[in-house]
């Protein structure tokens, strides 16, 4: 700040010096080139200040400092400021400055001299108009005269008017005719090419002009059409001045020539006082620009700290808080910025407690709906998909992600297996009373028929409107439903069957014994017979009977260690006699959790049937095989006999259900029991190439 206040200081004296040197009278005249010399180079100093400071500002401009558009704007408006009124007071000051020494000179002189300079231009204009008016008789006079006979009649004319030259030129400034004085020597001086474009758009052009032996002559073209050749032709004649005229325009211009040597000095003066005015303003211009920069800085820095902490709340960060140095308008906008942070801060802290509280309620929402076993599809009020949970892809067998921005009329088109769900989902909700509904469906997905329970609401949404639809997949209750039904059924028919049994067989067994001594040889034949076929019946009665009840009861199982394909090879040994059977078992051990005798029933049961399937084959085949796959163990029984019957398949596994003529159909619905005692599924197909497959999955026991 000291070296400032020195440099202005030293500023000051510079000016007082220069201002105490200009004029004649001062002691300091003589070294007046001295001071203006120092004050100049101060000049020069003050404007590289100036000037680097403008590129600091200018580079602060360009990286987009903040603050740094605002102190540009400040430095121009203090520039404005400061050069509007300079400017206003040293045009007044030169003004009267220049007044001031032109008072200093008689005026009344220089004006008597330009006047009679006038007078004399005015005496030639004069006469340029008269032989304006000659030149205008000479083309009337020669319009109808042909280029050959031209020459004789501008001599004619020539002698007539008394004039120096008529010369004839065509547009192109070619000589066509001239007539001039005796002197073989003279040459007609060609018009300038300018002045024959010009004459093109007006008539005629007046010059005074100088010869080449300096003498003043009168000079006038003409432009007029030649009646011979109707072409435009140009005619010139030239005048010298008289001689009187012409003198007294000499003396006068001298006089003024003179006059002006004279003023010259005052010129000087004025040169020499305006040089001063000029560098004191400059000085003052440059001074209160370097002033303004700095001044503007000053005020643009507390912008600048709020702008650093106004980026760092853009970041995230509200913990700024800029100290108060002032009580001004700066210093309240401080002030308030600060409040400001604070403020955001806190409502920050509860937004980001907000949308924890949302993201928790949303994910649980979202969790409750993963886990749900129930099926949930959401769509917009344009039948465009929003949502649907894992169980709705599940359940129908999916994937949403195909179908995720078609309308829902398109997804039949997509996967035809949607068609009825489709259908019934936009004929519940075109009814004119569009709110909860409940539809069962039969859907054919990739898992088989299944029987589907959808309902379907209007979603209260504003400014549109939803739809969501739920369904469950009943086919597995359905199918217990009616399991529990055909148990009871088997359980009464067990009871009520068995108990009548054994009396019918003691009684039959007794006639035999009781009468077939008493009778006839072939009348104890008959009776033999009649009562052996009471007693066969009674015990495929009996065989019946175990068999409902061994469907109606649940088995008592006891999970043991077991290793299946020993099981099986243990089961295979009653089959190596049929030539029929193929055994492909995994080289890998196959633990599992089960019950043998359960298990060995189950083999059997599969066993016999695919026996009792090949019996009219041409070439019977059976293979059983078995393999591990993930956590599971696959048992696959094949045959090629005639497989199940499409009217079949779906309900192979319910009681009473057969396609064989002696069969109760008790079997495979016993063997789904206890393979879903034994946590495991079973799956009845037809082979491509014939026959029936049965696919047998148990957990795999790991160790």
Request: proline residues 4%; contains cysteine.
């Amino acid at each position: 700040m000291r070296y400032p206040v020195i440099a202005t200081a030293f500023g000051f004296v510079l000016l007082y010096l220069l201002a105490i040197s200009t004029g004649n009278t001062s002691k300091l005249a003589e070294y007046y080139w001295w001071v203006f010399g120092l004050n100049a180079f101060g000049l020069v100093g003050l404007l590289a200040v100036v000037a680097r400071q403008m590129l600091r500002l200018r580079r602060r401009v360009k990286s987009r400092e903040f603050g740094a558009k605002l102190t540009q704007k400040l430095v121009v408006m203090f520039t404005l400021i400061a050069l509007l009124p300079g400017m206003l007071v040293f045009t007044v000051s030169a003004q009267f400055l220049t007044r001031s020494i032109e008072s200093w000179f008689n005026v009344e002189v220089e004006n008597a001299l330009d006047r009679g300079l006038e007078l004399g231009r005015n005496a030639l204009g004069f006469v340029l108009s008269d032989l304006s008016r000659k030149s205008r008789l000479v083309a009337r006079d020669i319009a109808d005269y042909s280029d050959h006979s031209l020459n004789s009649q501008l001599l004619r004319m020539r002698e007539q008017l008394g004039v120096q030259e008529i010369a004839v030129y065509n547009q192109q400034g070619r000589l066509l005719s001239f007539a001039g004085p005796d002197d073989v020597r003279y040459l007609p001086r060609a018009p300038d090419p300018d002045v024959l474009r010009s004459l093109r758009q007006r008539k005629s052009h007046e010059i005074i002009d100088s010869d080449p032996d300096g003498t003043l002559e009168l000079k006038v073209l003409l432009s007029y059409r030649s009646y011979v050749n109707d072409q435009t032709q140009i005619i010139q004649i030239i005048q010298p001045a008289p001689v009187d005229i012409a003198r007294d325009a000499e003396l006068i211009e001298d006089a003024r020539a003179e006059y002006r040597q004279l003023v010259l000095s005052r010129d000087g003066l004025k040169t020499f006082y305006m040089l001063t005015l000029a560098l004191v303003f400059l000085l003052a211009l440059t001074a209160a620009l370097a002033f303004a920069l700095f001044i503007s800085e000053r005020l643009s820095a507390p912008l600048s700290e709020l702008a650093a902490g106004t980026r760092a709340v853009a970041q995230g960060d509200f913990s700024k808080r800029h100290p108060v140095y002032r009580k001004d308008e700066l210093g309240i906008l401080t002030t308030m910025f600060n409040r400001m942070t604070q403020q955001l801060d806190e409502a920050r802290l509860t937004a980001d407690e907000s949308r924890r509280l949302l993201e928790s309620g949303k994910l649980y929402l979202e969790s409750i709906l993963a886990n749900l076993s129930t099926g949930v599809i959401a769509f917009d009020y344009n039948w465009q998909l929003r949502a649907a949970n894992t169980s709705a892809s599940r359940i129908l067998g999916v994937d949403f992600g195909e179908l995720s921005g078609h309308e829902l009329q398109v997804w039949p088109v997509l996967r035809p297996e949607l068609s009825p769900l489709v259908e019934t989902i936009l004929r519940e909700a075109a009814t004119t009373n569009p709110h909860d509904w409940q539809q069962q469906i039969d859907y054919l997905g990739a898992q088989g028929p299944r029987q589907l329970v959808a309902r379907g609401a209007i979603l209260p949404e504003q400014p549109a409107t939803g739809y969501v639809v739920v369904f469950d997949d009943i086919t597995e209750l359905g199918r217990a439903q009616r399991d529990a039904a055909w148990g009871e059924v088997a359980k009464r028919l067990a009871h009520e069957i068995r108990n009548p049994l054994t009396p019918i067989q003691l009684s039959a067994e007794r006639l035999a014994m009781k009468l077939a001594d008493k009778l006839q040889p072939s009348d104890a034949e008959m009776l033999k017979r009649a009562t052996d076929t009471i007693i066969k019946q009674v015990t495929a009665l009996k065989g019946m009977v175990d068999a409902f009840r061994d469907y109606a009861r649940a088995p008592k199982i006891k999970l043991v260690k077991l290793e299946l394909n020993t099981l099986l090879r243990e089961v295979l040994v009653l089959y190596e006699s049929n030539p029929a059977l193929k055994v492909d078992l995994s080289l890998q051990a196959l633990p599992v959790m089960g019950d043998a005798a359960l298990l060995r029933q189950v083999l059997h049961n599969l066993l016999q049937n695919a026996q009792d399937a090949i019996l009219d084959a041409d070439i019977p085949m059976i293979q059983i095989s078995t393999r591990l796959e993930g956590r599971n163990v696959l048992v696959c029984v094949e045959d090629n006999g005639v497989g199940f019957s499409p009217d079949i398949l779906p309900r192979a596994f319910e009681p009473y259900v057969t396609n064989k003529a002696k069969g109760t159909g008790l079997g495979l619905a016993v063997v789904k029991k206890i393979v879903e005692e034994h946590h495991g599924q079973i799956t009845l197909a037809n082979a491509q190439s014939g026959g029936a497959r049965i696919l047998l999955t148990l957990p795999l026991l790991e160790a």
